[in-house]
């Protein structure tokens, strides 16, 4: 059973830059799409950045396009999603998941299986 464990949230201000990873463990990996996710309190857990198997085609959320890039490292395992010019509306925990039976990324919360403990990202104004 794959495991996925976050890294590289902290405290930013605003207009700063963090870049955080995901370690998966499992033969799956490099056939599944991953995405990233964030929960602010309060609000439901929403879709950030996907990307599929082989890192051709990636998705992001409106609110993040052109400030966030997600990329992934098969040969390591890893996916990072890098996030610049961060607003205090990104403060949440962000989590990386992993896309159930496919390597094309998905919006849909319901199409990922497998998560991490989550990262917590602070944005002050």
């Known amino acids: 059973q794959m495991q996925l464990v976050e890294s590289g949230g902290g405290l930013v201000q605003a207009g700063g830059s963090l870049k955080l990873s995901c370690a998966a463990s499992g033969r799956t990996f490099s056939s599944s799409a991953m995405g990233w996710f964030r929960q602010a309190p309060g609000k439901e857990r929403e879709f950030v950045a996907g990307i599929s198997w082989d890192a051709g085609t990636t998705g992001y959320t409106d609110s993040v396009k052109g400030r966030f890039t997600i990329s992934r490292d098969n040969a390591r395992n890893m996916v990072y999603l890098q996030m610049s010019s961060l607003k205090p509306e990104d403060t949440a925990v962000y989590y990386c998941?992993?896309?159930?039976?496919?390597?094309?990324?998905?919006?849909?919360?319901?199409?990922?299986?497998?998560w991490g403990q989550g990262t917590q990202v602070t944005v002050s104004s």
């Open positions: 998941a992993r896309r159930k039976l496919s390597g094309w990324h998905s919006r849909n919360r319901s199409d990922y299986d497998v």
